[in-house]
């Protein structure tokens, strides 16, 4: 069967509420002779005449009458739809979002943005959620809304990102630690007895691989999956922790920090979504809050 051809809805609500060929020609910017013959298709794909002769007017057949207020309907909900999206009504917004991120992100700028968020749309929900794997799929099918964490390969070209801020690795003792004397020197440093945060599985990390040329490799003894749980074990124990300096920078309050005795790489974190909610003038917005307060907490 043929699809109908949907223009013809337009066409027929005009002459449904003007009950003149020329006037609703006139409103089309159509000639009396194309309206009309844009009315002889509605009679055929309708098999009703619709509009009929009545004195020097036309009058609508029973038919007709019946489909005016279902086609009105119609007309305006697909105006609607094709209206350009007006400017979003933050104090009426009621919406969930779901982040994903490090318990340490969570701890550093979550009650920043829980309050902002508040203060502008108070129907809005953020949800955070732990980062388990790398894996596209959860922005994909829309149970994660938008991702934070570092980039460190080519995301595929349905993912869009944009840089939060940069971080790079510093030691963390307890405030009774040997460490926290003295000059950290990479053989000391080395020596200690060290925490590994690893996702993955991994033995080693960016910390190992820039420490090798240096000739020394730390003594790892314990291995955790989160920052969260690196930092807490090094608060209560002779471990050193290894983290990120602005994701840790309130899960360390009360130990001692220490720049590292050799060169490591920064890390770029950035925040990640699916481009299907490219344009969500929502999602926009929240996208805007979270840079907005990664930049607010930029160290001085």
């Not at 002779?238 to 983290?243: E, K, M, P, Q």
Request: hydrophobic residues 40%; proline residues 6%.
């Amino acid at each position: 069967m043929a699809r109908p051809d949907l223009n013809l809805l337009i066409t027929l609500d005009v002459l449904l509420e003007e009950g003149s060929v020329t006037r609703a020609g006139e409103r089309l910017a159509l000639s009396p002779s194309a309206m009309s013959r844009q009315l002889a298709r509605l009679r055929r794909t309708t098999g009703d005449p619709l509009l009929v002769r009545a004195g020097r007017g036309l009058a609508p057949t029973p038919r007709a009458v019946e489909l005016r207020d279902r086609v009105r309907t119609l007309v305006r909900d697909a105006e609607e739809v094709l209206r350009p999206v007006g400017e979003l009504d933050l104090a009426g917004l009621h919406r969930s979002f779901t982040l994903r991120s490090t318990d340490g992100f969570v701890e550093r700028f979550g009650p920043d943005l829980v309050a902002e968020a508040g203060r502008a749309a108070p129907g809005v929900r953020l949800r955070f959620v732990q980062k388990a794997k790398r894996d596209p799929g959860a922005l994909r099918d829309g149970s994660v809304d938008l991702e934070i964490g570092v980039v460190e390969r080519a995301l595929p070209p349905d993912i869009a990102s944009t840089a939060l801020f940069t971080d790079r690795f510093v030691g963390v003792v307890r405030s009774t630690h040997p460490l926290h004397t003295g000059a950290v020197t990479t053989a000391r440093y080395a020596s200690a007895r060290h925490v590994h945060v690893a996702r993955r599985g991994l033995d080693e990390g960016l910390v190992d691989e820039a420490m090798r040329p240096t000739g020394h490799r730390r003594d790892i003894v314990t291995v955790v999956d989160g920052f969260g749980a690196a930092v807490a074990l090094a608060r209560t124990s002779d471990l050193v922790a290894t983290v990120p300096e602005r994701h840790t920078e309130i899960l360390r309050r009360g130990m001692h920090s220490f720049a590292l005795p050799f060169r490591t790489p920064e890390v770029t974190v950035s925040l990640l979504w699916h481009v299907r909610l490219q344009a969500d003038p929502a999602h926009r917005w929240l996208r805007g809050r979270v840079l907005d307060v990664c930049l607010r907490a930029e160290p001085e």
